[in-house]
C-alpha cells in the first residue's frame, strides 16, 4: 500500500516531466518570448507589394518599348497590322480600291500588332486589350500575375499606360486628306498634275526623301510626314520622324 | 545487504533523474524568457523596415519624371545614357535626384549578368562614403542588342 501510493506521485511526476518534454519538442522550432513586430507585415510589403511594383515598372518599360516600335511599324505599313483589305502591291498597303475606301480603324490595328510584337519581344502570354488615347497608349491586362508565397498571396494585373509622345491621331487626318485627294483627281486624265496641285506640303511622292512621281495603272504610292510633326523617341535615344507609306488607287472602275 | 538496499537505491535513483530533469526544464524556461531581447526585436523590425522604405525609394526614382519636355522618366534616361554609354549625363541626373529628394547614397547601373558575378557597374553615383547599406534593386529590360537588361541597385 505504501509502496503503490510512491509509485503513484512518481508516476505523476513522470507524466507532468513527459509533458513538458512533449510540449518542447512541438515548440522546438517556434520561438518562444517576444516575437519581432511586424514580420508577417514587412516580409509581404517588400516580397509581395514592392516585387508587384516592380514588375509594373518593367511592364511599362517594355510597353513603352513595344508601343514605340509599333508606331513606325504600323506607320510604314499604312497603318494596318497585317494585311489591307484593299490589297497590299509591292509591300505597299493600299487605303483604297476602285471606288471604296479601306478606312482604317486605328485602335483594332494598334492592338493586334502591340500583342504580335510584345509577344513576340518578350515572349510573354499576356493578352492585352490595347487603345490610345491621346499620346498615350493604354493596356489592360486579361490575365492576372499572382505573387504566391507559403504566408501570402499578392495578385496584381499588369495595366499600363504609357505616353509615347506620338498619337495615333494622325491616321484619321490623313484618311480624310486621301479621300479628299482621290475625289478630286480620279476623273482627272492628268494625275500626275492633279496630285501635283492638290496635295499637302507633308504628302510626297513614293518616298518621303526622294519625292518622285511613279504611277503604275493609276495607282499611286505616297510617303506623308506626321501631320502632328510626331516624331519617335528611341529608347537609345536617337529621334525618328514618323513617315506614312500607303498607296490609294484613282481607277474609277 | 546489496540486494536488501537496492530497492532504496533506484527510489534515490529516480529522485534524482527526476529532479534533474526537473530542474533541466525549469532553467531552460528561464533561461528562454530572458533571453528574448525585446531590443534585438526592434531592430530588426526597423531593418526590415528601412528595406522597405529602401525599396519604395528606388522605385519612386525609377519613376520620376522629367521636366525636359518629352514626357520622359528616370528610367527612359537610364537606359539612354546606358546605350550611349554618357556616364556625366547619368551622374548629373543622380546628382539632381538626390539632391532634391534629400537623398544620401549610392546608386549604380550594372549589366545584368555582371551583377549577378558580381563584376563592377557600368555606371555609378554617390554622395557619400561608406561600406554598406540597405540594398534594393530593379532589373529593367532594355530591348537593345548591347545589353538585353540592366540592373539598378540605390545603397542607402
Same mark, same amino acid.
Not at chain 2, 546628382?95 to 555606371?123: C, H, M, T, W
Given at each position: 500500500?505504501?509502496?503503490?501510493?510512491?509509485?503513484?506521485?512518481?508516476?505523476?511526476?513522470?507524466?507532468?516531466?513527459?509533458?513538458?518534454?512533449?510540449?518542447?519538442?512541438?515548440?522546438?522550432?517556434?520561438?518562444?518570448?517576444?516575437?519581432i513586430?511586424g514580420e508577417w507585415q514587412l516580409d509581404y510589403l517588400r516580397n509581395f507589394y514592392?516585387?508587384?511594383?516592380?514588375?509594373?515598372?518593367?511592364?511599362?518599360?517594355?510597353?513603352?518599348?513595344?508601343?514605340?516600335?509599333?508606331?513606325?511599324?504600323?506607320?510604314?505599313?499604312?497603318?494596318?497590322?497585317?494585311?489591307?483589305?484593299?490589297?497590299?502591291?509591292?509591300?505597299?498597303?493600299?487605303?483604297?480600291?476602285?471606288?471604296?475606301?479601306?478606312?482604317?480603324?486605328?485602335?483594332?490595328?494598334?492592338?493586334?500588332?502591340?500583342?504580335?510584337?510584345?509577344?513576340?519581344?518578350?515572349?510573354?502570354?499576356?493578352?492585352?486589350?490595347?487603345?490610345?488615347?491621346?499620346?498615350?497608349?493604354?493596356?489592360?491586362?486579361?490575365?492576372?500575375? =499572382?505573387?504566391?508565397g507559403?504566408k501570402a498571396?499578392?495578385?496584381?494585373?499588369?495595366?499600363?499606360?504609357?505616353?509615347?509622345?506620338?498619337?495615333?491621331?494622325?491616321?484619321?487626318? *490623313?484618311?480624310?486628306?486621301?479621300?479628299?485627294?482621290?475625289?478630286?483627281?480620279?476623273?482627272?486624265?492628268?494625275?500626275? *498634275?492633279?496630285?501635283?496641285?492638290?496635295?499637302?506640303?507633308?504628302?510626297?511622292?513614293?518616298?518621303?526623301?526622294?519625292?518622285?512621281?511613279?504611277?503604275?495603272?493609276?495607282?499611286?504610292?505616297?510617303?506623308?510626314?506626321?501631320?502632328?510633326?510626331?516624331?519617335?523617341?528611341?529608347?537609345?535615344?536617337?529621334?525618328?520622324?514618323?513617315?506614312?507609306?500607303?498607296?490609294?488607287?484613282?481607277?474609277?472602275? | 545487504?546489496? =540486494?536488501?538496499?537496492?530497492?532504496?537505491?533506484?527510489?534515490?535513483?529516480?529522485?534524482?533523474?527526476?529532479?534533474?530533469?526537473?530542474?533541466?526544464?525549469?532553467?531552460?524556461?528561464?533561461?528562454?524568457?530572458?533571453?528574448?531581447?525585446?531590443?534585438?526585436?526592434?531592430?530588426?523590425?526597423?531593418?526590415e523596415?528601412?528595406?522597405f522604405?529602401?525599396?519604395?525609394?528606388?522605385?519612386?526614382?525609377?519613376?520620376?519624371?522629367?521636366?525636359?519636355?518629352?514626357?520622359?522618366?528616370?528610367?527612359?534616361?537610364?537606359?539612354?545614357?546606358?546605350?550611349?554609354?554618357?556616364?556625366?549625363?547619368?551622374?548629373?541626373?543622380?546628382?539632381?535626384?538626390?539632391?532634391?529628394?534629400?537623398?544620401?547614397?549610392?546608386?549604380?547601373?550594372?549589366?545584368?549578368?555582371?551583377?549577378?558575378?558580381?563584376?563592377?557597374?557600368?555606371?555609378?553615383?554617390?554622395?557619400?562614403?561608406?561600406?554598406?547599406?540597405?540594398?534594393?534593386?530593379?532589373?529593367?529590360?532594355?530591348?537593345?542588342?548591347?545589353?538585353?537588361?540592366?540592373?539598378?541597385?540605390?545603397?542607402?
Amino acid at each position: 500500500m505504501k509502496s503503490k501510493k510512491g509509485a503513484l506521485v512518481h508516476w505523476i511526476v513522470l507524466g507532468l516531466l513527459a509533458a513538458i518534454g512533449l510540449f518542447a519538442w512541438l515548440t522546438f522550432e517556434t520561438e518562444l518570448g517576444v516575437q519581432i513586430k511586424g514580420e508577417w507585415q514587412l516580409d509581404y510589403l517588400r516580397n509581395f507589394y514592392v516585387e508587384g511594383q516592380e514588375e509594373l515598372v518593367q511592364r511599362d518599360q517594355e510597353a513603352l518599348f513595344a508601343g514605340k516600335e509599333i508606331a513606325l511599324l504600323l506607320a510604314n505599313n499604312g497603318g494596318f497590322a497585317e494585311s489591307s483589305p484593299c490589297g497590299v502591291i509591292d509591300e505597299v498597303y493600299y487605303w483604297n480600291k476602285v471606288g471604296s475606301f479601306c478606312f482604317l480603324e486605328v485602335d483594332a490595328e494598334v492592338d493586334k500588332a502591340f500583342n504580335v510584337f510584345f509577344q513576340k519581344k518578350y515572349g510573354k502570354d499576356q493578352k492585352y486589350t490595347v487603345s490610345h488615347q491621346g499620346k498615350e497608349l493604354v493596356g489592360k491586362s486579361e490575365e492576372a500575375i =499572382i505573387l504566391a508565397g507559403p504566408k501570402a498571396k499578392h495578385t496584381i494585373f499588369p495595366h499600363f499606360r504609357v505616353n509615347l509622345g506620338y498619337s495615333f491621331d494622325d491616321y484619321f487626318q *490623313l484618311q480624310n486628306e486621301a479621300k479628299s485627294i482621290v475625289d478630286l483627281c480620279k476623273w482627272k486624265p492628268d494625275l500626275r *498634275l492633279c496630285l501635283e496641285d492638290t496635295k499637302l506640303p507633308h504628302w510626297k511622292f513614293t518616298n518621303c526623301d526622294t519625292d518622285s512621281y511613279t504611277e503604275e495603272n493609276r495607282r499611286v504610292v505616297f510617303c506623308s510626314e506626321s501631320p502632328g510633326k510626331y516624331t519617335i523617341l528611341r529608347l537609345d535615344g536617337s529621334t525618328v520622324p514618323v513617315r506614312y507609306r500607303f498607296g490609294l488607287d484613282f481607277t474609277t472602275s | 545487504m546489496f =540486494i536488501k538496499n537496492k530497492k532504496g537505491m533506484m527510489d534515490d535513483f529516480f529522485d534524482l533523474l527526476f529532479t534533474s530533469l526537473a530542474l533541466f526544464f525549469i532553467i531552460f524556461f528561464v533561461q528562454v524568457i530572458l533571453d528574448t531581447d525585446a531590443e534585438t526585436k526592434t531592430e530588426i523590425t526597423l531593418t526590415e523596415l528601412h528595406n522597405f522604405e529602401n525599396d519604395v525609394q528606388l522605385l519612386h526614382l525609377l519613376d520620376y519624371p522629367l521636366s525636359d519636355g518629352k514626357n520622359q522618366k528616370m528610367r527612359d534616361i537610364i537606359l539612354q545614357y546606358v546605350d550611349a554609354h554618357n556616364e556625366a549625363l547619368f551622374k548629373e541626373k543622380m546628382r539632381e535626384y538626390f539632391e532634391k529628394n534629400n537623398l544620401e547614397g549610392r546608386i549604380a547601373v550594372y549589366n545584368s549578368q555582371d551583377y549577378l558575378l558580381d563584376k563592377e557597374p557600368l555606371f555609378s553615383f554617390s554622395n557619400v562614403v561608406f561600406g554598406a547599406g540597405k540594398v534594393s534593386e530593379v532589373e529593367l529590360l532594355t530591348g537593345n542588342a548591347g545589353h538585353d537588361s540592366i540592373t539598378v541597385v540605390l545603397t542607402t
